[in-house]
Structure formats: C-alpha cells, structure tokens
C-alpha cells in the first residue's frame, strides 16, 4: 500500500517547490503533473496531431506511457520508454501545452496514469484539484496558502532579484484576479479538500512550512481510533479506585481486578490495593473499603460487605447497574428472565445475582432453539452489554417464534459497538493493525479478530514490549485500537514508538 499526498492551493503559494522538498525529505516521488502535461504535449506534436482532431488524440493517448524516475537525483520523465526529460522545456512544446492540456482526453488519460502511478508508489502531487478530484483518497492532503500580501511580495522580491522592475500594487492585484479565475474556471477549479489540513505559509518561511507537513505526515501514518482506551465506565472504576488510593487509611479492596489489564491492577497493588475473588475471601475480611468493578455483582456480594460493616463503594457501570434493576424489578413482577451474553462473564453473573425468579443464558443459535419456559410466565429479555447487536438480534428472533409473551429490552452498550465500526474502518485502511489490551480481554480479543479479517499484520499486544517494531517498518500507514481496559499511558506510548520508528 502506497502513501499519497496531495498538495494544492493558489498560484504562488509555493506549492511546487514545497511538494519536491517533501518528497526529497521523505524519499517521495514528486509527480510534476506540469511535466506530464508536457510530456503529452510532446507526442501529439511528433504524431503530428493537431489540436482540433479530437478522435485522433484520443486514438493517441490509448499509446502514451509515462513513468517518472530518479536519476542522480534529478527526475527524469520516461515517455515510452523514451527520456524526454531534455525536451520538455522547449518554447514550442510550452506553447502548446496548456491548449492540449484543456482537452477531456488528455486529462482523462493523464488522470489514470497519475492514478496508476500513485497505487504502487509512495508520491508527493501537486494542483488545484489533486485532493478533490486526482486523488480523492490521497491519506494527507494540505490545502497550502498564504495571503495575497505575503504572495505579491514574494513574487515582487523574486523579479526585484531578477532586476526586473515592478509593481506590488499591480503584482497583488494580478494574484487576486488569478485567484478569482482559477476557483471558477470550468476544468479542474481550485477547491480545498474537505478533508483537507490548511497551511498558511504566510508567516512561515519554506523550511517551516516542509517541517509543518512533514509533522503531519508522521501524524497520518499512524491512525489512532478516537474509541481506543478506556469507555466510561471503566474510566469511572478505574479513576474511584485511584481516588480512593489518595484518601483513604484503611485497607482497600477491589471484588475482581478492576479491569482486565495487568499493568494497572499491578499497579494498584503497589499502592496497597489488594483483589478479593469470591465470598469466602470477602466474609474474612475484618475492615477496610471493597470497591466494585464496573462489570457488578451479585446483589448478595453488596448485601454481605454492608452486613459485615466494611465499606461499600459501588464502581458498577451506570448501564449495567440499568440492567440490574430492569431484571430486579420484573423478575419480582413474576417475568421469567433470559440473558443474551456469556454465561461465564463476570458482568452476567452479577446480572443473575439480581434475578429474584427463573434466570437462563443463551448465548448461540443453538441455546436459543433449545430454550423452552412455561408458556404462562412473561419472559423479559435483556443483554450482556458488550455482546454483539447482529447476534443479539438473530438470537432474539428464534426465541419471539416461540410465540411466549416477550418483553425485550436491548441493554448492548454501543461503546463497544462504536468501538468495533472504528476498528473495522482503520483496519481496512491500513496494511498494519495495533491492537492493544490484556490477554484476558474479551473485547480486546474479539477487537483483534476484528481487524484480523480486514488486515492480515494485525497485531495484538499488551504492552509496547510484545511488539516488534521492525516489522512495521515496511509499511506506509499503522492503526492503532485498543480494548476498554487499556489505559491512555500505554496506548501513547505505543504510539510514541511507532511514529519515532517512521
Ligand atoms: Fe459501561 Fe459500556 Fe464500558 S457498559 S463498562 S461503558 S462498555
């Protein structure tokens, strides 16, 4: 997979020689659109095709190659084979090539080997519709400006050095008009990218304003999912247990690691918290702080820690918490109730435990076709948060056949389901995949498999000592995601690695 960037802007911005510096710096090649045009130019006028033979230069463009290539440095322009590089200046070949560069078959046939060109190669392009219309999926595009003051008095400066005598005044009035017919002329207007970054290089001299792009370059190769890291409610667990840390003298105590993330539950025990794992171990405690994840528990797990006097801080997430007291109070109104999720998650026996009737878990086609309950109870429906929406929905469907009198409430979480389209999206953008997260992680895991089926080099990592680095280094663009127990430090670090690797 190539990098593209797609540089365009006004007349006299500086694109040209920006885009060469870029691409000398980054080891680009710079497409001279300017120099293909002419290169055009140049084998109508040896076949001897005139301007208003329409049939003919489209016959002709059908014959045209061009390639460009580095030769001691310097680009060379190959027109079939042929280096034309020398010929391409001349006068008359100048002359002729805006009027053929106006013609619809000219520019489709260029449009398709640029195109062509930028598929299979790392390029810098510079225009006035490169990022609109040349390479709408260029991965950076810089809409490079700068006023028409800090324009006209360069281009005043550069004929002064020249010794050629001129105007500001008229120099600045020429750039405002040619500004005004170049975003209204018919064929390829001058139009910012809606995507694309504005750089006004009006108080910015050439080696700041390469440095600028250069920066964002270094940016774009590495696209982080905005949904990576922690989701709310873990944020929210995490950040009570750390509060807690601060202020507290007794001993603290989480019912299960906070989260499925080694480094911080490590962490936490450095500062003296200390993880409990069932009743037994929590009906041994004399005093101090029990704090609950945001999966939840069993309502009996609160009951015993307020019966034993110890502190009781609640860390369950809000929409779990919902789910708690949905299946509280219609299982007491006499519903039957069904979970869709994973019997064995943390999250779905804490669900179960607020269940004061009949509660079963199904979690695949098969459990939903077998599933059977007295025809004369209510069934309420609700979900494992993280579970999938497509699956809850099959699964919700077999069982309304079953013609039971249902109420179904969809208790998924979209964090993860926002999390997941991210993930999907960047990793059939990239030719590497970062995932991030704890080898425990049912999210990370199902994350990983995720991008696994849009990129072949996804990698799943916990922390920035599982990944190698050298590996990345042959590719054009890396995402990074991680699962929702992966704390922001370990995810800018990674981060920080990949882009110094760049
Ligand atoms: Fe809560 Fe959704 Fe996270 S349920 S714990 S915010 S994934």
């Not at 801080?313 to 069904?338: F, M, Q, W």
Request: charged share 25%.
């Amino acid at each position: 997979m190539s990098f593209n960037i797609a540089i365009d802007g006004p007349a006299g911005a500086g694109k040209s020689t920006i885009a060469k510096k870029i691409a000398r710096e980054l080891n680009f090649i710079y497409v001279d659109t300017g120099a293909m045009y002419r290169a055009v130019t140049l084998y109508l006028m040896r076949q001897k095709i005139p301007l208003e033979d329409k049939t003919g230069i489209r016959e002709a463009c059908h014959q045209i190659r061009i390639r460009i290539e580095y030769q001691n440095g310097e680009q060379q322009v190959i027109l079939n084979d042929e280096n034309v590089t020398g010929r391409l200046r001349t006068e008359e070949v100048g002359k002729m090539t805006s009027a053929f560069a106006a013609n619809a078959h000219v520019r489709a046939a260029l449009l398709d080997i640029q195109r062509d060109m930028a598929s299979k190669e790392n390029i810098v392009m510079d225009g006035r519709d490169i990022g609109t219309h040349v390479l709408p999926d260029a991965q950076l595009k810089i809409y490079l400006t700068a006023s028409p003051d800090a324009r006209a008095m360069r281009r005043y400066l550069e004929l002064q050095k020249k010794g050629i005598d001129c105007s500001l005044d008229i120099i600045k009035k020429d750039i405002i008009q040619r500004d005004k017919q170049d975003m209204n002329r018919e064929i390829a207007p001058l139009k910012k990218a809606e995507d694309a970054v504005l750089v006004d290089s009006s108080n910015m001299d050439i080696d700041q304003v390469v440095a600028h792009i250069t920066a964002l370059y270094q940016d774009a190769k590495i696209i982080v999912a905005k949904t990576a890291g922690f989701c709310f409610g873990v944020k929210r667990a995490v950040e009570k247990v750390y509060q807690q840390v601060e202020s507290s003298k007794s001993p603290i105590y989480t019912f299960g690691p906070i989260i499925h993330n080694e480094e911080v539950v490590k962490d936490l025990e450095s500062k003296g918290v200390k993880v409990i794992h069932c009743m037994e171990e929590l009906r041994k405690l004399k005093n101090g702080t029990v704090i609950i994840r945001s999966h939840g528990v069993p309502e009996n797990v609160c009951r015993l820690i307020r019966e034993k006097g110890l502190e009781l801080i609640d860390a369950t997430c809000p929409y779990v918490k919902k789910i708690h007291s949905i299946v509280k109070r219609e299982s007491n109104a006499g519903s039957h109730i069904l979970i869709i999720g994973n019997a064995d998650h943390p999250e779905v026996e804490g669900i179960k435990g607020w269940c004061n009737a009949k509660v079963d878990v199904i979690g695949t086609n098969r459990e939903a076709e077998n599933f059977v309950m007295d025809c004369n109870t209510p069934l309420c429906i609700v979900s494992q948060t993280t579970f999938n929406y497509n699956k809850f929905n099959k699964l919700v469907e077999i069982i309304s056949k079953k013609g039971y009198d249902i109420l179904v409430l969809n208790t998924i979480c979209n964090a993860t389901e926002k999390r997941q389209t991210e993930a999907r999206a960047i990793a059939a953008e990239v030719n590497g995949m970062i995932v991030i997260g704890g080898s425990h992680s049912s999210n990370t895991q199902r994350l990983f498999e995720i991008c696994k089926e849009e990129c072949e080099n996804t990698y799943y990592i916990q922390t920035l000592d599982d990944l190698d680095v050298q590996e990345l280094h042959s590719m054009s663009c890396v995402g990074i995601t991680a699962g929702a127990s992966t704390p922001n430090n370990i995810i800018e670090e990674v981060q920080k690695n990949v882009r110094n690797e760049f």
